[in-house]
């Protein structure tokens, strides 16, 4: 499909994103809604902005570039892009975590085209694209790889292990997007096990680090642009996102980690969507 590079279109493209996760959550009556919403931004510019090389019709094209969600409990994103990028139809996304729907609680690679990895269970994603942007220099292919990680699953040691072996073998052709929207499951990361001072640490085991604000379009453009052009040493963005963004009654609960793993009812749907009309 053509990229889509107008902001206004693409901001109009999150809010339906951000429409259809909270209809298929609410109606799985299971998920991960405020993981989702605070990644749309950071998606949309890799399927539909031109940012990666992909291709719908062979989703395993071997100079494609890749994608992996390590946060795989944001499946309900991953699924709504990968739909709207025309991987599958959009009616499979309202069977999310039926029975025998291909759509289960994290990404199944071995069920949903487009899908890289089998994730889950945290903190392993970053490994496996290490596997992936070493493959491609062994084959002498230029693909990229990119890998988003969570805030909580950070506080994990495989994922230091993973920056370390990427800043040693110098893997320039690997992106990892830290989604920095504060909370993980049992409260503000700040509390539970803080990860700061985040640019610090990554630079001082090696990456290049670009800040931005997750939410603005032009600027997540602007850090894959960034980051395509870093040569010698793997980069990483470091997003500011919100969790639950665009959805209030998640945004101003302070307590807002009770949201984790719980779908909005009916009820707090219906103002959602209103709210996102």
């Keep these: 499909m053509e990229a ?4 206004a279109a693409l901001e109009q493209v999150a809010k339906r994103m951000r429409r259809i996760i909270i209809e298929i959550t609410t109606k799985a009556g299971s998920g991960h809604p405020s993981t989702s919403l605070s990644m749309v931004e950071l998606v949309i510019p890799l399927y539909l902005g031109g940012v990666m090389r992909h291709d719908p019709k062979n989703p395993r094209w071997p100079d494609r570039d890749r994608f992996i969600l390590s ?33 289960e609680g994290h990404p199944n690679m071995l069920r949903v085209p487009g899908v890289e990895a089998s994730t889950g269970s945290l903190g392993q994603g970053l490994s496996q694209g290490i596997g ?11 693909y990229r790889t990119y890998v988003m990680i969570g805030d909580g699953e950070s506080e994990e040691g495989q994922v230091w292990e993973a920056a370390m072996a990427a800043s040693k073998y110098a893997l320039d052709n690997l992106t990892a997007i830290l989604d920095y929207n504060k909370y993980q499951q049992t409260g503000p990361v700040a509390r539970v096990m803080p990860i700061e001072p985040v640019r610090e640490r990554w630079s001082a085991f090696g990456w290049h680090v670009i800040e931005i604000d997750g939410h603005d379009l032009r600027q997540v453009f602007a850090a894959y642009e960034e980051a395509k052009t870093t040569k010698g040493k793997p980069s990483i963005i470091v997003a500011h996102t919100v969790k639950g963004k665009g959805v209030r009654v998640i945004e101003q609960d302070e307590k807002r980690s009770r949201y984790h793993g719980v779908p909005l009812t009916p009820e707090e ?9």
């Design 4 to 7: 889509i590079t107008d902001i």
């Design 71 to 103: 946060k795989g409990h944001g499946a309900p994103a991953l699924y709504t892009i990968l739909a709207l990028a025309g991987y599958f139809p959009e009616e499979l996304l309202y069977t999310l975590r039926h029975i025998d729907s291909p759509l």
């Design 132 to 142: 992936h942007a070493l493959a491609a220099r062994l084959d002498g292919r230029d």
């Design 269 to 277: 749907a219906r103002v959602a969507l209103e709210e996102l009309q």
